[in-house]
């Protein structure tokens, strides 16, 4: 038998984030504990007005599982996320924390880290993240740099000033930068800054436009001189096959999918379909990166800078740690977390 718990925290950002539409200090998150015999697996979901979901609705959809949960002899992760996805009753973003908390519960108890029962392999060199610098006065963006030094940096934009934006932070640094306008941009923008962005030694664009410019994207993805990536465009399994031929990658919210079960089928699908592959974060605490931390040997590209972006003393976890060079992986199973209260 489960017991399960919720846990609840206010994570405090080092500095105000701000994006195309919309800016934060703090992050409500909501963290699940599944406890069997003695041992405890952790997941985790952030609050997001974007999508329109508040830690209570995830603590209402969560209790009206509860008994399905604790009930049951679960005897695997995709049966366990299978029949609570055919509840009905469950956000994505709640169904997330609570496959996330199983997925590191059942690890901790067969006695593997999450990476080795996936089948992958972190002693090869790994992929490293971005750093994301949001969206501010250029002297705050430049500063941001200057206080943390990375090689990559994801940097947020959305502005009429955009391009001066990044020839401005290029002085600055030879990282590689990607960039992200949070469907800010039109078509022919869009277009026009892949140019200029290409010769700023810009990687790849994020989401330039809104998600229901799909049509659009299709002109975009033909004339751009740059790879383009689908955010917003891609939040489920089934836009995976909607993005082909319209981005060149996707990025894989844990939150937006559902979790670890429905991001593994979003993987392997897009490669099916040359689509590169990235996976993101929504500003969660340790316990929700570290779980990301593990499917990175899967990945072209990797935005698991969450944690980085909040006080210390505000993260509510212990586990996979991310420096400026490489990610550390604690010697133990599960997904490597440990809750500091």
Same mark, same amino acid.
């Given at each position: ?23 934060? !200090?703090?992050?409500?998150?909501? $963290? ?21 979901? #508040? ?18 002899? =679960? ?47 972190? #002693? ?22 200057? !206080?943390?030094? =990375? ?14 934006? /990044?020839?401005?932070? &290029? ?13 800010? =941009? ?8 892949? &140019? ?19 049509? %659009? ?7 751009? %001189?740059?790879?383009? $990536?689908? !955010? ?38 897009? &490669?099916?379909? !040359? ?9 969660? #605490? ?5 779980? /990301? ?30 420096? #400026? ?17």
């Amino acid at each position: 038998m489960i017991q399960l718990k919720i846990h609840l925290f206010t994570l405090v950002l080092k500095q105000k984030f701000t994006i195309s539409y919309h800016s934060r !200090d703090t992050q409500n998150t909501l $963290i699940v504990e599944l406890e069997k015999n003695g041992i405890k697996g952790f997941g985790e979901a952030t609050e997001n007005s974007y999508y329109q979901v #508040s830690t209570d609705d995830m603590i209402h959809q969560i209790e009206s599982v509860r008994e399905i949960i604790e009930m049951y002899e =679960w005897k695997d992760p995709n049966t366990f996320y299978n029949i609570l996805q055919q509840t009905h009753k469950l956000s994505s973003f709640a169904l997330c924390a609570l496959d996330m908390a199983f997925y590191d519960l059942f690890t901790k108890i067969i006695g593997k880290p999450l990476y080795k029962f996936l089948g992958l392999d972190i #002693s090869a060199p790994l992929i490293h993240t971005n750093y994301t610098i949001g969206l501010d006065s250029i002297e705050v963006m430049k500063q941001k740099m200057r !206080d943390t030094p =990375w090689d990559i940096y994801k940097i947020k934009l959305g502005t009429t000033q955009d391009i001066n934006i /990044i020839k401005e932070l &290029r002085n600055c640094t030879s990282a590689i930068f990607r960039v992200d306008a949070n469907g800010a =941009w039109g078509k022919e923008e869009t277009i026009a800054n892949s &140019r200029l962005l290409a010769a700023l030694g810009v990687e790849f664009i994020e989401q330039p436009m809104k998600a229901e410019t799909l049509e %659009e994207m299709e002109i975009v993805y033909k004339n751009s %001189e740059l790879p383009i $990536i689908a !955010d917003e465009s891609c939040v489920k399994e089934e836009d995976v096959s909607t993005c082909h031929k319209k981005f060149h990658g996707i990025n894989i919210k844990l939150t937006k999918c559902g979790g670890i079960t429905p991001a593994l089928s979003m993987i392997k699908k897009a &490669r099916a379909l !040359d689509l590169k592959v990235m996976v993101g974060c929504m500003t969660e #605490s340790t316990v929700g990166i570290s779980a /990301i931390a593990h499917l990175v040997p899967l990945l072209d590209y990797v935005d698991m800078d969450g944690a980085l972006l909040l006080k210390e003393e505000s993260d509510p976890a212990n586990g996979v740690q991310i420096t #400026s060079k490489k990610i550390i992986y604690p010697d133990v199973n599960g997904t490597g977390v440990t809750l500091k209260i």
